[in-house]
């Protein structure tokens, strides 16, 4: 998920309360980096315990005034993305609760309200996802926190006081909403719960009360986690992902996957144009198997398990790093897994470079028609078939599919490399997606068996006497390859222990040469990559043709849309390469939706993630690079 994506989103034009819950957002995704012994927290150990996740701030003063400046924001505020966002159901069930909030508090929390709330180092903490329970702290001088809002209408508080300091609470008697707030020193705390306040100035008193700090899925992320970066967040998964709001709208639908950690932590780090998170995410321990598995409950009966992600070996991540190395510059997106199984691989050979089709229909859930006869069997004009004989059986060859199965299981694959990029040709509107395939097998593998499946699997279904399913030389030594001498554009080159396929010449003539660089990267069991800048444009013009909708004027196509070249047909002929759409209520969700937040991080340049596990954690970096 993108960090700044979710930060800058997130934040801004949702008022003060809802700011405060996108604050918890605003570190989009868990984990953290295994570093020197970490900082201690300010603001951590005068959290109360019982938390689901702790966010903290160095200082969020600065980043929400950048933000408010920033064009991003005002870019979103205009966008598709931002239209259909203001009607989601998760924004509307937000905005009811800041009117909750606002009835309680006797004060609007909009974005001045947030402002003159935000100090230097900031913390907020989440209780209840569903209730949206928080505490938040934030460090600010007392002069300041008095000029507040929220300090100038204290009078219609209830005055409470714990550990000698004062607080205010109000409880709105329609929505039960309560909002209680303090001035502690140079601490502003406001919370919707009496006692997560009081418990809070109880430990800045310096009691001992329980607090996040002593909690076990606390202690163990930020003693991984080195020093803090600008924000952090620290999240307790297992009280998280039982939370059904977080099944509801946990945007990424992997959450049985996310069951399978206890806990995790987050850094980011923002340095001039490039901003990295570090992660690391703790797993919980293998459940046992049963001693007598006769007395295994049944499955209805069972509580949902988490997925457990194999560990790859050393070998595969070892794959991973010399796989990377292939990788061209110009890469539009990129993917490399440790220890795929031969299942995978084959089906990312043949819905990429084999066989690539559209899926199957979904099945219906109609019954199929029954032809009804007078119970007739057989045909008086069928005179060749013989009843008195068991009918001839036919040897039926192995197919392609099954002889480039075997192969793939035999070769033992260590890591894929999958690779994308597109490119266009100016005289016509059409985008043109070049995708390569890298396999790294455990030995060398068996080119002749190899070659003869993939040449099956082409000339069994769409051919007659292996016609255009000869394998030729192709390609300029020292990196030649092997290509079909038909019109289906595949490309194959075998070099020892690397399988390299390539619906695209200018691919595979990309990464041959690359196979004589050393790696230089660390192993690791994952790593992906997306240049943005170079791949929002064909992006937005191909869904705008695929959705028959004229790009905006911002975008290079639309001159091509409208000013006819000789690989487009005038509207006025019979074909037609694509037509406005008629307004529906809502934009296309790929060439409006996500093209108008695309166009919003029109500065972001590329992405990177990293993988790697270790001693039951995983370990993450993702890295984005701006212009």
């Given at each position: 998920m993108n960090f700044k994506l979710n930060l800058k989103t997130s934040r801004g034009w949702i008022p003060a309360f809802l700011c405060l819950i996108a604050f918890a957002a605003a570190l989009a995704w868990a984990a953290a980096r295994p570093l020197n012994s970490p900082t201690q927290s300010h603001l951590a150990p005068l959290?109360?315990?019982?938390?689901?996740?702790?966010?903290?701030?160095?200082?969020?003063?600065?980043?929400?005034?950048?933000w408010n400046s920033s064009p991003e924001k005002k870019q979103w505020l205009k966008s598709d993305d931002f239209e259909v966002f203001s009607r989601s159901r998760v924004l509307l069930r937000l905005a009811e609760a800041q009117g909750q909030f606002a009835a309680a508090a006797g004060v609007p929390p909009d974005m001045p309200f947030l402002s003159r709330a935000a100090g230097k180092e900031?913390?907020?903490?989440?209780?209840?996802?569903?209730?949206?329970?928080?505490?938040?702290?934030?460090?600010?001088?007392s002069s300041s926190a008095m000029q507040s809002t929220l300090w100038q209408a204290r009078s219609k508080f209830d005055s409470r006081t714990a550990a000698g300091t004062p607080f205010f609470v109000h409880t709105d008697s329609q929505s039960g909403r309560v909002v209680a707030f303090a001035v502690a020193g140079d601490y502003l705390l406001v919370a919707t719960r009496e006692d997560l306040l009081a418990g809070s100035l109880e430990l800045i008193a310096g009691g001992n009360g329980p607090k996040i700090s002593d909690e076990d899925w606390y202690t163990q992320s930020v003693g991984a986690a080195g020093e803090p970066g600008d924000l952090r967040m620290v999240l307790n998964m297992e009280k998280i992902v039982a939370a059904p709001h977080f099944r509801s709208y946990w945007v990424q639908g992997n959450v049985a996957e996310m069951r399978q950690y206890r806990a995790a932590v987050s850094d980011l780090y923002r340095s001039g144009s490039t901003y990295r998170e570090e992660r690391v995410l703790f797993r919980k321990p293998a459940s046992p198997e049963p001693a007598n598995p006769d007395a295994v409950k049944p499955e209805s009966a069972q509580p949902i398990q988490p997925v457990q992600?194999?560990?790859?070996?050393?070998?595969?991540?070892?794959?991973?790093?010399?796989?990377?190395?292939?990788?061209?510059?110009?890469?539009?997106?990129?993917?490399?897994?440790a220890n795929p199984t031969a299942d995978v691989a084959l089906a990312l050979l043949q819905t990429r470079i084999l066989a690539p089709q559209i899926s199957s229909a979904p099945a219906g859930n109609l019954a199929p028609s029954v032809n009804l006869t007078g119970g007739e069997v057989g045909s008086s004009t069928d005179l060749e078939t013989l009843i008195d004989q068991p009918p001839a059986v036919r040897a039926v060859a192995e197919d392609g599919t099954t002889a480039?199965?075997?192969?793939?299981?035999?070769?033992?694959?260590?890591?894929?490399?999958?690779?994308?990029?597109?490119?266009?040709?100016?005289?016509?509107?059409?985008?043109?997606?070049?995708?390569g395939i890298a396999l790294a097998a455990a030995s060398d593998w068996d080119a002749p068996s190899v070659y003869a499946a993939i040449a099956n699997v082409i000339a069994q279904p769409n051919t007659t006497q292996q016609l255009g399913a000869t394998w030729k030389p192709a390609g300029a030594a020292p990196n030649t390859f092997m290509e079909l001498d038909g019109l289906l554009p595949l490309r194959v080159s075998i070099r020892g222990?690397?399988?390299?396929?390539?619906?695209?010449a200018e691919t595979i003539a990309a990464l041959l040469p690359r196979l004589s660089t050393r790696a230089t990267l660390p192993p690791a069991s994952f790593a992906a990559g997306f240049r943005d800048s170079a791949e929002r444009q064909n992006f937005i013009r191909l869904t705008s043709a695929l959705d028959r909708t004229a790009p905006p004027d911002s975008d290079p196509y639309n001159a091509?849309?409208?000013?006819?070249?000789?690989?487009?047909?005038?509207?006025n002929q019979q074909m037609q390469i694509w037509t406005p759409a008629q307004p529906t209520g809502a934009p296309e969700f790929f060439?409006?939706?996500?093209?108008?937040?695309?166009?919003?991080?029109?500065?972001?340049?590329?992405?990177?993630?990293?993988?790697?596990?270790?001693?039951?954690?995983?370990?993450?970096?993702?890295?984005y690079n701006w212009k």
């Amino acid at each position: 998920m993108n960090f700044k994506l979710n930060l800058k989103t997130s934040r801004g034009w949702i008022p003060a309360f809802l700011c405060l819950i996108a604050f918890a957002a605003a570190l989009a995704w868990a984990a953290a980096r295994p570093l020197n012994s970490p900082t201690q927290s300010h603001l951590a150990p005068l959290m109360p315990s019982g938390a689901a996740l702790f966010i903290e701030a160095k200082d969020f003063a600065s980043l929400l005034d950048e933000w408010n400046s920033s064009p991003e924001k005002k870019q979103w505020l205009k966008s598709d993305d931002f239209e259909v966002f203001s009607r989601s159901r998760v924004l509307l069930r937000l905005a009811e609760a800041q009117g909750q909030f606002a009835a309680a508090a006797g004060v609007p929390p909009d974005m001045p309200f947030l402002s003159r709330a935000a100090g230097k180092e900031s913390a907020l903490g989440f209780y209840d996802i569903g209730k949206l329970e928080f505490l938040y702290i934030t460090r600010l001088p007392s002069s300041s926190a008095m000029q507040s809002t929220l300090w100038q209408a204290r009078s219609k508080f209830d005055s409470r006081t714990a550990a000698g300091t004062p607080f205010f609470v109000h409880t709105d008697s329609q929505s039960g909403r309560v909002v209680a707030f303090a001035v502690a020193g140079d601490y502003l705390l406001v919370a919707t719960r009496e006692d997560l306040l009081a418990g809070s100035l109880e430990l800045i008193a310096g009691g001992n009360g329980p607090k996040i700090s002593d909690e076990d899925w606390y202690t163990q992320s930020v003693g991984a986690a080195g020093e803090p970066g600008d924000l952090r967040m620290v999240l307790n998964m297992e009280k998280i992902v039982a939370a059904p709001h977080f099944r509801s709208y946990w945007v990424q639908g992997n959450v049985a996957e996310m069951r399978q950690y206890r806990a995790a932590v987050s850094d980011l780090y923002r340095s001039g144009s490039t901003y990295r998170e570090e992660r690391v995410l703790f797993r919980k321990p293998a459940s046992p198997e049963p001693a007598n598995p006769d007395a295994v409950k049944p499955e209805s009966a069972q509580p949902i398990q988490p997925v457990q992600r194999a560990a790859a070996t050393p070998e595969g991540t070892q794959a991973v790093a010399d796989l990377l190395r292939l990788v061209p510059d110009d890469a539009g997106v990129y993917r490399v897994v440790a220890n795929p199984t031969a299942d995978v691989a084959l089906a990312l050979l043949q819905t990429r470079i084999l066989a690539p089709q559209i899926s199957s229909a979904p099945a219906g859930n109609l019954a199929p028609s029954v032809n009804l006869t007078g119970g007739e069997v057989g045909s008086s004009t069928d005179l060749e078939t013989l009843i008195d004989q068991p009918p001839a059986v036919r040897a039926v060859a192995e197919d392609g599919t099954t002889a480039l199965k075997k192969a793939l299981d035999a070769a033992n694959i260590q890591g894929i490399l999958v690779l994308s990029s597109t490119h266009t040709n100016p005289q016509t509107p059409f985008v043109e997606i070049r995708t390569g395939i890298a396999l790294a097998a455990a030995s060398d593998w068996d080119a002749p068996s190899v070659y003869a499946a993939i040449a099956n699997v082409i000339a069994q279904p769409n051919t007659t006497q292996q016609l255009g399913a000869t394998w030729k030389p192709a390609g300029a030594a020292p990196n030649t390859f092997m290509e079909l001498d038909g019109l289906l554009p595949l490309r194959v080159s075998i070099r020892g222990k690397i399988l390299i396929a390539s619906n695209s010449a200018e691919t595979i003539a990309a990464l041959l040469p690359r196979l004589s660089t050393r790696a230089t990267l660390p192993p690791a069991s994952f790593a992906a990559g997306f240049r943005d800048s170079a791949e929002r444009q064909n992006f937005i013009r191909l869904t705008s043709a695929l959705d028959r909708t004229a790009p905006p004027d911002s975008d290079p196509y639309n001159a091509v849309a409208q000013q006819p070249s000789p690989g487009i047909v005038p509207a006025n002929q019979q074909m037609q390469i694509w037509t406005p759409a008629q307004p529906t209520g809502a934009p296309e969700f790929f060439s409006g939706n996500l093209a108008s937040l695309s166009r919003v991080f029109s500065t972001l340049d590329s992405e990177t993630v990293v993988i790697r596990d270790s001693d039951g954690k995983t370990f993450q970096t993702v890295t984005y690079n701006w212009k």
